[in-house]
């Protein structure tokens, strides 16, 4: 390790005009890394209701749709708007409405009243658009922005890829916004923590290099999540400050050593490569966790984020020096006195009232655990966003005015007859909580022929292999309603087709239910596993690695199971991802007094000198990086208007809280009481006994 300080003094200065360059193409990668906005795309690929989506984009050409509401537009109007989104949205494959059916000359008043109240609500009534792309292709999005500047006030678009567009626009207004709450409240606190007005500065400057790498390598994937784009910085700059902090802090102690600033710094860091190696590990290794999830988006997440500890590391032992070097005479001329007070009596408080600690843990224990196993989470995706939104505003007309709540698609065997057609879709009807379903078939037995159809509308709904059958569901989005109903449905085509497809929203919805309910069951034991068997090795203990662990899985509770007793419901992502970022990101607060624990302890200090000089000398520190962890994500939550990101933002930042006060409070205490056991369990400890 002195070896590698030693040569990153040497050659500074080389160093940071490298790091400069590098910027460039990190840049260039960062703008030219697409976005993508659509979770359900991250479902896997073998689930039967994906399938029938590819089909349905293949073969019918059916790859995204949207109902626009028509409010008060005479007939003449709406066959003129229709005529212009054809002729200028290459995209466009059908755009329909009753006009197409009753001309301009028809009275709508001489409908049937059961079709004309289904078509009219008010005056207004709908239109349907479907495209040839998917549902957030780049191509699709840029079909309903055409849309929108084509249609006038009296057009409201719905659907799906309206609401991913008003998304991306929401999120790309509100990114660099959520750089500058992060940096700011970092800096605020750093400058509380450190004896320098521009250490602080270059610590975030160094981080800053850090992510333009991580954001500019991300092209490398092909695209990565709007979730991810809008977290991955701040989290970052979260849990990597604190290895900036420790080279500072060395560095610092190394130079009232020597007069030599490269000494210092040489020193610093071949000592700031050996302590946090093992944390960052840790760290890493729960972001990958990430990876094991089902839905892959977890993927996303974990591999940007353990890619951003990485960088964050590698940043500290070269550019960081660097910048200091550079400016180690500004850092000089700007020292001021630290302003945050030393936390003296904290170790003093746990190694006296460690058993009343235990007390606690043991009463809030039940409590903390009963809130994180029934937390509610919800998987409508555009209840994240504000109602405000076009697209959502049109969604809730769509569904209050004409009842179309949850339209699903059924993919049947071309070759089943009309008559065995019929007598499933009247099935379907007879089911609690659906509107209607259509058909050719249905079409037929009203007593219009197939052949009397146009030979393109045929063309839409039946090819050699699949023939269309479409159903409204009244029973809204992502509820154990809607769930149970795809359920019987499923059921009922299984009795007439075995190879039938339920496709839409909907079925995805309910498939993204039981995905993500998998998923937060194994992402957890998983990323527990993998820290686990690291810590093993990083400790060389048996004991240590499960106490370190449910000290940490406490705080995840405690976080996890606020929401249930403030009566608030998470997206489900958040429940999903939280209790491995927390544990990833916070259990180097436990390993750091651990560490001095055991060296304490191996030097012949008892149980009560190891306590109290690993806590004296760590708790600075971990308030400092738990501090830095909340200001960079929490002032994030408050802000954003995106619920999805404000949630993981305000559960990141109160776990940081939580898991500095549990590993403070409760870690010593533990340590305390299984001393003899962690001795015994631990090499090179026995003889501490």
Not at 644 to 656: D, H, Q, V
Request: glycine share 6%.
């Amino acid at each position: 390790m002195q070896k590698f300080g030693n040569f990153i003094v040497k050659n500074y200065k080389l160093i940071l005009i490298i790091a400069i360059i590098l910027l460039i193409p990190s840049i260039i990668g960062y703008k030219a890394t697409r976005v993508n906005y659509d979770i359900l795309v991250y479902l896997p690929d073998t689930i039967k209701t994906v399938q029938g989506e590819d089909i349905l984009a293949n073969d019918f050409g059916t790859g995204a749709y949207s109902i626009v509401v028509l409010e008060n537009m005479p007939t003449k109007d709406i066959l003129k708007l229709e005529d212009e989104i054809k002729e200028k949205i290459d995209n466009v494959e059908i755009c329909a409405s009753i006009a197409d059916v009753i001309g301009e000359d028809f009275p709508i008043d001489m409908l049937p009243d059961d079709i004309k109240d289904k078509i009219y609500v008010d005056g207004d009534t709908l239109m349907i658009v479907t495209f040839k792309d998917a549902i957030s292709s780049d191509e699709t999005m840029q079909s309903i922005e055409k849309m929108r500047e084509i249609a006038d006030e009296r057009c409201r678009i719905s659907g799906m890829s309206a609401t991913l567009l008003d998304t991306r626009e929401l999120s790309n207004s509100e990114i660099a916004i959520y750089v500058v709450i992060a940096v700011t409240l970092c800096l605020i606190i750093l400058q509380l923590a450190l004896d320098s007005f521009v250490a602080p500065i270059l610590l975030l400057l160094n981080i800053g290099f850090a992510v333009l790498y991580n954001m500019g390598t991300n092209i490398f994937l092909g695209e990565i999540s709007y979730i991810t784009k809008a977290i991955s910085a701040v989290l970052q700059l979260g849990v990597t400050t604190d290895f900036a902090i420790f080279l500072y802090h060395s560095y610092i102690s190394e130079k009232e050593k020597t007069t030599d600033v490269k000494e210092a710094m040489s020193t610093a860091i071949g000592k700031t490569m050996t302590s946090v190696l093992g944390s960052s590990l840790t760290t890493i290794a729960g972001f990958l966790a990430l990876c094991s999830m089902n839905l892959t988006l977890g993927k996303d997440i974990g591999i940007v984020m353990a890619k951003g500890v990485l960088f964050g590391l590698v940043c500290v032992v070269t550019v960081l020096p660097s910048l200091i070097l550079v400016c180690n005479k500004w850092i000089e001329k700007t020292k001021h006195k630290e302003v945050l007070p030393k936390f003296k009596h904290v170790s003093n408080f746990v190694t006296k009232h460690y058993v009343i600690l235990i007390i606690a843990f043991v009463i809030i224990l039940p409590f903390a655990y009963h809130g994180y196993k029934n937390t509610e989470v919800y998987y409508k995706l555009d209840s994240s966003l504000p109602e405000t939104l076009s697209s959502v505003s049109a969604n809730t007309i769509v569904h209050d005015k004409f009842k179309i709540v949850s339209p699903e698609i059924i993919l049947i065997d071309s070759k089943l007859s009309d008559e065995k057609v019929n007598e499933m879709l009247e099935k379907i009807d007879n089911l609690e909580g659906i509107d209607w379903t259509l058909s050719l078939s249905k079409i037929s037995k009203s007593g219009i022929p197939t052949e009397m159809l146009p030979d393109e509308l045929v063309e839409k709904v039946k090819n050699n292999e699949y023939q269309l059958a479409l159903i409204n569901s009244t029973y809204e989005m992502a509820t154990n309603e809607l769930n149970n109903q795809i359920e019987q449905v499923n059921k009922i085509l299984e009795e007439y087709d075995s190879k039938a497809i339920l496709a839409g929203e909907g079925p995805l919805m309910n498939d993204l239910v039981e995905v993500s309910d998998h998923d937060f069951n194994s992402v957890n034991t998983f990323s527990i596993a993998v820290i686990f068997i690291i810590m093993i090795f990083v400790l060389k203990s048996i004991s240590l690695p499960v106490v370190l662990i449910a000290i940490i899985e406490f705080a995840i509770f405690i976080n996890m199971g606020i929401p249930f007793y403030t009566n608030t419901t998470l997206p489900f992502v958040a429940s999903i991802v939280i209790g491995t970022i927390q544990l990833g990101a916070t259990i180097d607060y436990a390993i750091l007094i651990t560490t001095k624990y055991i060296e304490m302890r191996k030097q012949g200090k008892d149980k009560h000198e190891a306590i109290e000089y690993a806590v004296g000398t760590s708790v600075n520190s971990i308030f400092v990086s738990g501090m830095c962890f909340f200001g960079a994500t929490f002032g994030v939550g408050v802000y954003s208007n995106i619920e999805m990101i404000g949630s993981l933002c305000t559960l990141m930042g109160r776990g940081a809280i939580v898991s500095t006060c549990v590993v403070v409070l409760m870690l010593p205490a533990f340590l305390m009481i299984f001393d003899k056991l962690i001795c015994k369990t631990t090499l090179g400890m026995k003889k501490s006994i």
